[in-house]
């Protein structure tokens, strides 16, 4: 099992620039979210899903947007990249409930920097 | 106030030592995570726990649902241990939402 795959790790955008983070899950989890994680505060939560056609805003929507047309993927989309969008973004999914013996299993992250 | 505090930010023990990080919560939450994120690496899940008390080799992780609290400690502290534990509540009311303490930096000297 792959897990939860994140891909790029590092990416550099011009301010208005558009980009699409990938992530996928190769273990049917049926719940997928996005966070972004900022320097001295904790990870927020962007947009989640709780089923392939289902999504929902989080904490920080604004700025990104998201789909889930397989419960495979969940790739979440810059429409027109800003500095303060410069961040580490972590997806992560697990089974409905969140606290079925497995938890949570978080992608390695993707480190985004908007100049 | 933030929904989830955990103390200390900061923490710098010697080799060896026990260690205790704290958690304390507002929110009503089903259960507890338990993360770990080493310097710029991904994050992984130590322990997941919504009663009680759970073990895994040197981590040990308590939670009192009636406080609103949980501790994690490391016995016998080693320098790979240096990282960022974070604890994140399963949110009652929302199912699957984390709600995430800021985080605890640990640094283990030898």
């Known amino acids: 099992n792959a897990g939860v795959t994140q891909t790029p790790k590092f990416q550099v955008l011009k301010t208005g620039q558009s980009m699409t983070l990938q992530c996928a899950q190769d273990m049917n989890h049926e719940y997928m979210s996005w966070y972004r994680q900022d320097p001295g505060m904790g990870l927020r939560l962007i947009h989640y899903?709780?089923?392939?056609?289902?999504?929902d805003q989080g904490e920080v929507p604004n700025g990104y947007n998201v789909s889930r047309s397989t419960t495979e993927d969940f790739p979440l989309r810059l429409l027109s990249a800003a500095p303060s969008q410069t961040s580490v973004y972590f997806c992560?999914?697990?089974?409905?409930?969140?606290?079925?013996?497995?938890?949570?299993?978080f992608g390695s992250g993707t480190r985004l920097t908007v100049v | 106030k933030n929904e989830v505090e955990q103390s200390p930010q900061n923490l710098t023990a010697q080799e060896g030592e026990f260690i205790t990080i704290n958690c304390s919560y507002s929110v009503g939450i089903s259960a507890l995570h338990w993360l770990q994120q080493h310097p710029g690496g991904g994050i992984v899940s130590l322990f997941m726990?919504?009663?009680g008390k759970k073990k895994h080799g040197r981590l040990i992780a308590t939670i009192n649902i009636q406080e609103k609290h949980s501790s994690l400690h490391i016995t016998a502290s080693h320098p790979r241990d240096s990282a960022v534990y974070i604890c994140?509540?399963?949110?009652?009311?929302?199912?699957?939402?984390?709600?995430f303490g800021a985080g605890t930096i640990l640094r283990v000297k030898s």
């Open positions: 899903s709780v089923g392939a056609g289902i999504t």
């Open positions: 992560a999914s697990s089974f409905t409930g969140g606290w079925n013996k497995n938890g949570y299993t």
């Open positions: 994140a509540g399963v949110l009652m009311e929302y199912g699957n939402k984390l709600v």
């Open positions: 726990l919504s009663s």
